[in-house]
Nanobody, 120 residues
């Protein structure tokens, strides 16, 4: 079992920046892919950024060149750096981890989400 927790959301003015963190914990697991989704009020859930174990990344057109997904030296933690924020970026941001136990299948694990609100 893998637990996923997001942090770093908050209220920011348009043009500002926030950094979200996604931390996965558990015993003896391997993460294959980490996705950041968001769901704004009245909108469908949207995949905004992803990073795979080899380091390749992908972004939705709506956040490309403004958001950066990356890992650093903290194990099993992925960050989403969000710059030049717009009111349209207001949403609950959810981290989704695809991981497997040492000899098991890959499962989806989700965090509870963190609210990002961008004021105009």
């Amino acid at each position: 079992q893998v637990q996923v927790a997001e942090s770093g959301g908050g209220l920011v003015q348009a043009g500002g920046s926030l950094r979200l963190s996604c931390s996965a914990s558990g015993r003896d697991f391997t993460i294959y892919r980490t996705n950041w989704y968001r769901q704004g009020p009245g909108k469908q859930r949207e995949l905004v950024a992803a990073i795979v174990s080899g380091g390749d990344t992908e972004y939705s057109d709506s956040v490309k060149d403004r958001f950066t997904i990356f890992r650093d030296n903290v194990p099993n933690t992925v960050y989403l750096q969000m710059n030049s924020l717009k009111p349209d970026d207001t949403a609950v941001y959810l981290c989704n981890v695809l991981a497997a136990a040492t000899t098991g299948p890959v499962y989806d694990y989700w965090g509870q989400g963190t609210q990002v609100t961008v004021s105009s």
